[in-house]
């Protein structure tokens, strides 16, 4: 009775040994730490290759999608009902967004509707800096004939970090893009007027605070309908 009593008190003793160890090197975080790091790895070379993948891309398409993971996550085909050509990669900046705009070209369109400038913010990128790269984009695709949709950059919601100073720089980059879309007789969609009430993203649109449930999609996918519907596209 006292050997087995022993026993018992001594796997205990190791055991809570053994979770003061793991506790004290930070075991956990690291597994967690070193997790991510691999899925973040993994995730950045699936970005890689679908730029390639699109750079080596023969086929055409008249309406092509360049953006982020916003972009990315439709099935702009099914929601549309039109051959469109989705270049939204995850995770990427405008100035990433310029380096393959040629892929773009290749495609031939006539129309190109972009979203851009989350991860500029969240990256800190200067916005005079990101309203001049989009300009850049602008620019390549109106030189080749190709007639450029600005689409508002979505606030995030309350759940993210600094989220008033991230919306306030939202605001300021679609003003900018407004302004010049104005001026230079340039549709621009606001969606952020659909899926936010001026200050957030609403909690009904989004999933983490930034990404977009299906009613989100219903919404914007609505918002385009009568744009490409002035374009002839349905016929």
Aim: contains cysteine.
């Amino acid at each position: 009775m006292k050997t087995k009593f022993t026993k018992e008190f001594i796997i205990i003793l190791l055991t809570l040994l053994l979770g003061f160890v793991l506790i004290r090197e930070n075991y956990f975080e690291r597994v967690l730490t070193r997790f991510q790091s691999k899925k973040a790895d993994k995730k950045e070379s699936v970005r890689k290759d679908l730029d390639e993948l699109y750079c080596n891309n023969q086929f055409k398409s008249e309406i092509v999608f360049l953006g982020n993971s916003i972009t990315e996550a439709a099935d702009w085909n099914e929601l549309l009902g039109l051959n469109i050509a989705n270049h939204g990669v995850g995770g990427q900046t405008l100035s990433q967004m310029l380096g393959r705009v040629d892929n773009v070209i290749k495609e031939e369109p006539k129309y190109v509707f972009i979203m851009g400038g989350i991860n500029d913010i969240y990256q800190n990128v200067p916005i005079e800096e990101s309203y001049k790269t989009y300009l850049a984009v602008i620019k390549v695709l109106r030189d080749h004939n190709i007639t450029p949709i600005i689409q508002s950059t979505l606030y995030v919601s309350s759940s993210e970090k600094e989220f008033e100073r991230k919306n306030a720089l939202v605001k300021e980059l679609n003003t900018l893009m407004s302004e010049y879309c104005i001026g230079d007789t340039l549709i621009y969609v606001d969606i952020n007027s659909k899926l936010s009430d001026n200050v957030e993203l609403l909690e009904k649109y989004h999933t983490d605070g930034i990404h977009l449930t299906a009613f989100g999609y219903d919404v914007w996918s609505k918002e385009l309908i009568s744009i490409l519907t002035n374009f002839n596209c349905y016929q």
